[in-house]
Structure formats: C-alpha cells, structure tokens
C-alpha cells in the first residue's frame, strides 16, 4: 500500500519465490518513474467501478505526496458514492502497480478488487498474490479469494490520518488469507518538544503501544511480534533537519503481524 516508486517493488518482483507483486499509489507519476527508472514496460488498463454505498462521512483520502513527508488527506464526503477509476499497470512479469484511492481499493468486495489487479488474460488465482512460497501453492487455492500472502507496509499505515487507522487495520486483515503476515515499519516520535511536534504528520508517528492496541484488539490476529528496533537520527544531518520539526528522538520499528489459519 502507498507505494510509491519504491526500490522494494523490483526487489520482491524479481524473487524467485514470490508469484506477484501488488502496489497501490495515488499519484500516477509513481508508476510512470517506477517503469523509467527500472526499464520495465508496462501495459495501461484503465478501469470503471459502478458507484458503491457512502461508508464513510467525512472520509480522510490519500490524494497527493510530498516528497519524504508521505501522503496528505483531505476530506470529501461524496468520493465514494462516485464511480470508482483506477488504472492498472501489469509488466506481465509478476508486477502490477495500481493508481487510484488506497480506501476505494480496499473497501471493495474481493472479486471487484481482483479487476484491477490481474491484467487480461492472466490465471486469476496466481496472479493476484505476493506470496512467500511457491507459487504452486497459491494456484491450489480457490481462484475467487483473491488475498495476499504477506503485505509489506512500509510507509502506509503512517501516512493515514490516526482517526482512520482502525478502519485500515481491519481492511488489511480482509486482503490476508489466513495464515498470512504483514510487514508493518512504523516511526516513533519518541522525544519532542512538543504536543504538536509529536502529533504532526504525515509521517504521523505510531508507537509500539498504538500498534498493539490497534492489531491486538483484532479478531483476527494471532500475534504481534517486534522484530526490530532503530534510531533513525544517526547522522548530524538527519538530527538538524527533525530537530527543525521539533523531534529530537526518532526511532524505525519493524513489527511481524500474524493472521489466525
């Protein structure tokens, strides 16, 4: 999710045990540096959902990025009652980047989700899935779950406005089939000089008190695990520039979150 043109796709894309590789962006010009700087041709197809039922008033959007700071939002109480559009972009090589609204994309039910991200004439089952085995395996599941092995949130979770997180949580849970993982990285405004500072965002800071609160309290979830932990202002550089945000302790956590079988 939120992924930019991010290294990571081509990494995962070109693994030997990964069937396929789903990214999601708001901003078009994600996919179109992505294909540029790795060479990577890609096929367009452009894509009209029907209007779906208002779920939320007021939903907070992912509707533009600036830079490292992540995503902005804003809010419109009419988005999803439009036809939802959104353009896939398939290299036939096991990559697709999708750009459209992340909250569009996820609230959808699985078989409209899957118009997007299988290109024409791809098998569906295997197609849809970024999985961390075999791609025989994935196959032998029933075409029409359409879930995801392992989802890698990196800078997605931290972009949403926080009154939206339960909501995101839950959705993550529903694209997982059971079993699944996903790869959360979160920062943590640990020390600031300031209620602001600390609140401030995009990227909003997620401590590991608020992940566990927001997973844990999940059906769904068997266990949250902290694999990693890491301050992020090594360098004079890095701690003048988030000194000038009033953060004076920052610190990068990568957790392991496991879905029930």
């Known amino acids: 999710p939120l992924c930019g043109k991010s290294v990571d796709l081509a990494y995962l894309a070109s693994h030997p045990q990964i069937s396929h ?27 009209v959902q029907a209007p779906q039922q208002q779920q939320h008033d007021n939903e907070c959007k992912v509707v533009d990025t600036e830079g490292d700071e992540g995503k902005r939002c804003k809010n419109n109480a009419n988005l999803s009652r439009q036809p939802t559009t959104m353009t896939s972009y398939h290299n036939g090589k096991g990559l697709t980047i999708l750009i459209g609204d992340l909250f569009d994309f996820l609230s959808m039910n699985n078989t409209d989700r899957v118009k997007y991200m299988v290109a024409k004439g791809m098998h569906s089952s295997s197609a849809t899935t970024k999985t961390t085995s075999s791609s025989s395996s994935s196959s032998a599941l029933p075409p029409a779950e359409y879930l995801f092995d392992t989802i890698y949130d990196r800078a997605s979770m931290v972009a949403i406005k926080p009154n939206l ?6 959705l993550m849970g529903e694209l997982l089939r059971p079993g699944g993982v996903i790869l959360l990285v979160s920062l943590d405004r640990r020390n600031t000089m300031s209620v602001v500072a600390k609140e401030d965002g995009p990227p909003f800071s997620i401590d590991e008190g608020e992940v566990r609160r927001l997973y844990e309290s999940q059906e769904w979830v068997e266990s949250v695990t902290l694999l990693e932990e890491v301050n992020d202002l090594n360098s004079d550089k890095d701690r003048e520039r988030w000194e000038k945000k009033g953060v004076l302790e920052l610190y990068e956590m990568v957790f392991l979150i496991r879905k029930k079988r």
Do not use: K, L
């Open 21 to 47: 590789v789903v990214g999601i962006d708001i901003v078009r010009n994600a996919a179109e540096d992505f294909a540029s700087d790795h060479q990577f041709e890609f096929s367009v197809e452009e894509v």
């Open 165 to 170: 997180r339960n909501d995101y949580v839950t």
